[in-house]
């Protein structure tokens, strides 16, 4: 189904937040540099050094174990690790998070046609409204009904898309979770929801 199909048949629209709004990767590299800067004020390393490794260690193999592994390459005490956490919860990015064009065309039509727009959003919901908060919605926030999965149930579990329909009146027919991952598709299909692959408009 297109999106203008979506459009016309649809009166409420959920989305996923990281890499289906904006590519996550523009928060965790922020959050590396200001990690990358704080360490240098605190021991006197090479901010530059410690940035470049993070990068191409994230480009190489995710963020999994990052900081575990710049820890060892540069000595950095482990005491840190509440100070690498903390950021990712509350960092103030040097640069806002752009949604990606074509999405954010899309939540405009949503949003003229009179639609309901949701987030359904998993992960530590600390970090994901830290993001939420330094988005550049192009004035839509307003328009924005935000659920966390870690307060109702990540997904897999259908529990966010049911409670959506059940707070505001919705019909299963009525609704399209736009996601990327196994899980959204997985999630939709349990709430007998339809499914957008974010890809599709990339």
């Known amino acids: ?3 203008e199909k ?3 048949e649809k009166q409420a629209f959920v989305f996923e937040l990281d890499d289906v709004l904006y590519p996550e990767k523009d928060y965790l590299l922020q959050v590396y540099y200001l990690f990358a800067q704080f360490i240098e004020y605190g021991e006197q390393l090479n901010a530059t050094e ?10 190489a193999d995710g963020a999994e174990g990052m900081f575990e592994q710049t820890a060892a390459k540069f000595d950095i005490p482990l ?5 690498y956490d903390l950021l990712f919860q509350n ?11 074509k999405v954010l065309t899309f939540l405009q ?3 003229a046609q009179g639609k309901q727009l949701f987030l359904l959003v998993d992960g530590d919901p600390v970090m994901q409204l830290n993001k939420i908060r330094q988005m550049e919605w192009n004035g839509l926030e307003s328009h924005l009904v935000v659920y966390f ?4 149930g990540n997904k897999p579990s259908a529990a ?3 409670l959506i329909m059940d707070r505001h009146d919705l019909k299963s027919e009525e609704l399209v979770l736009i996601g990327h991952s196994d899980k959204d598709m997985e999630c939709a299909a349990k709430a007998r929801v339809d499914f957008f692959e974010v890809g599709k408009l990339l």
């Open 79 to 83: 005491k840190y690790q509440v100070n």
């Open 1 to 3: 189904m297109t999106t």
């Open 50 to 59: 410690i940035l470049q490794f993070m990068q191409e260690k994230y480009l």
């Open 91 to 101: 960092a103030r990015l040097p640069l806002k998070l752009l949604i990606f064009n």
């Open 109 to 111: 039509e949503i949003v």
């Open 160 to 162: 966010g898309l049911e």
């Open 149 to 152: 999965g870690a307060e109702i």
């Open 6 to 8: 979506f459009l016309k």
